[in-house]
């Protein structure tokens, strides 16, 4: 090292972004680890990853030149973290991208600056590779930077040169830095390229000057890309000459603090070194995840949060950690990274409450998939078998988070295995089925629609903060395959205009509706979209005549349907603020859906809201609204907005300046939506539901103005409906149903009393039928037209009879059979099983069932053969008596 200074990791990611925003590029945040619109990913795992749409020129980027330090998740190689020191799913990469600015020489010299001159990294110890036939790459390197020939290295394509299907790509250079001996191989021949940890890649210069085809066929792009690429952690193992990632300042921190509740010591115990990288690393991942508002579930990246969290609990575990660990030790990765991510902070009690709820339930899981492996095992066992079938296996894995190595583990001990290509076979199904499932996507992972077609130089700005009319000219016109000049009578299409009142689905708001005239034409507006690049496309139906590019048209939206649709997206600000008063600071907004009808208002939240809860906040919620609150919207900086404690949503993608929208001192939240001008507007507001919708999510459904007004209208006309058909007045209808009830509990005791009085007299006297066997009595008789609770009442009576013994009692009723079978105390003492019996039995008449032993019953479909069923009662009970 040129200098003997301690880079910290957050002081390397700050010295990376000053560095290239002195050279002109503007630092943009991280993006959030949900991928937005693109379907291709279920997480974001590159820097370049959500930057697709500049690079294709979808969208217009907010500035040629763009740096970043992007928070990224990788998961394809999960069973091998942990194993090894290399790998890790949590990663930042730092990043600096030309969008058709500056190319190869630039990205180079600073490259190599940034590494020499900032960093301090050793010249001599510095290796580029480039990629085989890029001479321009290997000159910049030779002549321009002046790295002898002999020390840069041509690599194929396999190596340096990125392409990921059709679409943009181009060849790399990366650079390699030699960390010493001490992380050789030892081999003679060992250099640059060496699967060893000596030469290690820290930059990667991605030139993307080619357009793929989709066929080998290139094309040279008329503007060219640069994506740089830099891990983070692998840097600052780099500058802080460590081991590996789990050496680094924050992360080593974490991974002490493993060792610490653990007992344990790195480096020491190989298998236990396995336990604390995986903890270390996921912990990571997962406080990342939820801060983002990725929540756990069975399916998507929700699953992939499931998992994460569930082998990090199940390691704790295998390092002896009885207690629940994970909060703790997501404190400290929020504690290490705040500075670079604050949002970290403010969601703390958040992504406490989700994880501590996740860890316990695992526990239970985990405890129940022991007790079930526990169980497969012995039957194993029992049946002489030495092997798990694959379907088994990947049931305790997907079903109770089992990761195949534990249940190896366990079964290992009775010198059971697992059948390995089954449980791949299980695994391949469950991926062939995620694929099936995919829409088809182009290069940046969206649906194929015809709006990539449209220059991204259209825009359109949404006046309707302002007004509810405006005229405005078209800009484009399609059809739902092609863009079109004209759209005519009868046809479907989307009109895109320079400036709208109408509001595109978003932020829980649904589209308004409403009509676009020019002169006598008519178009019908059935849905308002978001588009990309800042494009608001009118989807509808020409009612009559034509419209054209360039024409000058009237927008109206339907003006009573964004009045009540305001009033319901109002009241779920205020129902957020109410939520968190009753129930506590951990509940967020999870999604919404407000449109004129009703308001639903999704929120996380683990239990139930009882009946006192729902009213306190009904309560609250209708104070505010009497309370006349003025309802203001002011556009701040986003940090400033954070600031004034205003609420944003998970996973919202916001730009620097935001919209404010408070209400009074009560609540204060960035929404893009339309809302009332005070409190008062909603008039009411009364909730309908509540549910549980997902793990940790509560949803409930609402209505206010005109619509609490019909709820009880409609309840009103219930009521007297009710009255009505009980021939009672409204307000007398509780005493009235009290006396049906009564009424309908007298007349159903007797009618069990002339029930059993009609089995009674349908058996007869069968006393005389009771046979000997074996020292036992047996009665097995028939009766027609008896259910099963006839059945047993006879049972009960015909047993107070006989004294000692076994009943048997068959009927047949509505061409079924009813079998039941009764067994004393003394007749179980000689063997008799009722269940067993009945078991025995139940075949002959097209049937099964079983029970206890002093009481079964079984159901058949074969009437004819009651009296043979009868017959084999006496056989099956002898088998049984000693």
Request: glycine share 10%; net charge negative; hydrophobic share 35%.
């Amino acid at each position: 090292m040129n200098v003997n200074k301690f880079y910290g990791l957050n002081e390397l990611r700050k010295m990376y972004l000053d560095f290239f925003q002195s050279k002109g590029h503007l630092v943009m945040k991280s993006f959030s680890l949900i991928p937005h619109n693109d379907n291709s990913l279920l997480l974001i795992n590159s820097g370049m990853a959500p930057l697709k749409p500049y690079f294709t020129k979808q969208e217009i980027p907010p500035c040629p030149r763009v740096t970043t330090c992007q928070k990224c998740i990788r998961t394809g190689d999960i069973e091998n973290i942990g194993k090894t020191d290399r790998h890790g799913t949590f990663f930042e990469m730092l990043g600096n991208f030309s969008f058709g600015d500056y190319f190869k020489h630039e990205a180079i010299a600073w490259s190599w600056e940034f590494l020499t001159q900032v960093i301090g990294l050793e010249e001599d110890r510095l290796y580029p590779s480039v990629y085989v036939d890029d001479d321009e790459a290997f000159d910049i390197w030779n002549k321009e930077i002046g790295i002898p020939a002999e020390r840069i290295f041509r690599f194929g394509k396999e190596d340096n040169f990125w392409e990921h299907g059709a679409g943009p790509c181009g060849p790399c250079s990366e650079i390699y830095y030699d960390r010493g001996e001490k992380y050789g191989c030892g081999k003679p021949d060992c250099t640059v390229g060496c699967d060893c940890d000596r030469y290690m890649e820290v930059w990667n210069n991605v030139f993307t000057q080619f357009e793929n085809d989709g066929n080998g066929h290139y094309e040279l792009l008329e503007s060219k890309n640069i994506d740089t690429g830099m891990g983070l952690e692998r840097l600052a193992t780099i500058v802080q000459d460590v081991d590996s990632i789990f050496d680094v300042d924050t992360i080593k921190a974490l991974r002490e603090q493993v060792c610490q509740m653990a007992g344990v010591k790195y480096k020491e115990n190989p298998k236990a070194d396995v336990s604390i990288r995986i903890i270390t690393d996921h912990i990571r991942s997962v406080t990342f995840m939820v801060s983002d508002g990725i929540l756990p579930s069975n399916e998507g990246r929700g699953y992939v949060l499931r998992r994460l969290l569930r082998r990090a609990a199940r390691h704790g575990r295998l390092l002896g950690i009885t207690e629940k660990f994970l909060t703790t030790l997501s404190d400290t990765v929020i504690e290490t990274s705040k500075d670079g991510y604050p949002e970290l902070e403010e969601k703390k009690d958040f992504i406490f409450k989700i994880i501590s709820e996740e860890e316990d339930k695992f526990n239970r899981t985990l405890d129940q998939g022991l007790g079930i492996l526990k169980d497969m095992k012995a039957q194993i066992l029992a049946g002489g078998g030495d092997v798990l079938s694959g379907d088994d296996a990947f049931k305790l894995y997907d079903t109770y988070g089992f990761p195949l190595d534990l249940t190896e583990e366990i079964l290992e001990e009775d010198g059971i295995t697992i059948d390995q290509e089954g449980f791949k076979a299980a695994m391949d199904r469950q991926r062939d089925m995620a694929r099936k499932a995919r829409k088809t996507t182009n290069y940046m992972g969206a649906d194929v629609t015809v709006y990539q077609s449209i220059d991204p130089a259209v825009t359109s700005r949404f006046v309707g903060y302002e007004y509810t009319k405006y005229t405005s000219k078209i800009s484009v016109l399609t059809t739902e395959e092609e863009i079109v000049e004209a759209l005519v009578d009868g046809q479907n299409g989307t009109i895109i205009v320079d400036e709208t009142p109408f509001y595109a689905t978003s932020g829980g708001q649904e589209a308004d509706t409403g009509i676009i005239t020019w002169g006598d034409s008519v178009f019908a507006v059935k849905d308002t979209i978001k588009l990309s690049g800042g494009k608001i496309g009118h989807v509808g139906t020409v009612v009559k005549g034509m419209f054209k590019t360039g024409d000058s048209v009237e927008l109206a939206i339907d003006e009573k349907k964004r009045s009540d649709t305001a009033k319901n997206h109002s009241a779920t600000h205020l129902l957020q603020k109410a939520l968190q008063m009753v129930l506590g600071s951990h509940v967020q907004q999870a999604g919404s859906s407000n449109n004129d009808k009703h308001l639903r208002f999704d929120f996380t939240h683990f239990s139930p809201m009882t009946a006192d809860e729902l009213k306190r906040v009904e309560d609250i919620v209708n104070d505010e609204i009497e309370a006349n609150l003025p309802v203001l919207t002011k556009i701040m900086d986003l940090d400033e907005a954070k600031k004034t404690g205003a609420m944003a949503l998970f996973g919202e993608k916001y730009d620097k300046d935001v919209r404010v929208v408070t209400m009074g001192d009560f609540s204060k939240e960035l929404c893009g939506g339309t809302h009332v001008s005070n409190t008062g507007v909603i008039r009411a507001f009364k909730i309908v539901s509540e549910a549980g919708v997902a793990a940790g999510v509560r949803r409930i459904e609402a209505l206010t103005g005109d619509g609490v007004f019909n709820y009880y209208a409609g309840l009103e006309q219930e009521l007297k409906e009710a009255a009505h058909a009980a021939k009672a007045e409204p307000f007398a209808l509780v005493k009235r149903i009290e006396a049906l009830m009564d009424e309908v509990k007298t007349l159903s005791s007797e009618n069990e009393k002339l029930k059993n009085k009609m089995a009674r007299e349908a058996l007869g006297d069968v006393m005389d039928q009771v046979q000997d066997i074996k020292g036992t009595a047996l009665l097995a008789v028939k009766v027609d037209g008896v259910d099963m609770n006839g059945l047993m009442n006879l049972g009960d009576q015909l047993k107070a009879r006989l004294g000692q013994g076994v009943i048997v009692l068959a009927s047949e009723k509505d061409g079924k059979v009813n079998l039941l079978s009764m067994a004393t105390d003394e007749a179980m003492k000689n063997g008799a099983h009722a269940g067993n019996l009945i078991k025995g039995i139940a075949k002959l008449v097209g049937g099964g069932g079983g029970g206890r032993p002093n009481m079964a019953q079984a159901g058949g479909k074969n009437p004819a053969g009651i009296d043979n069923a009868l017959k084999e009662a006496a056989q099956v009970l002898e088998s049984q008596l000693r």
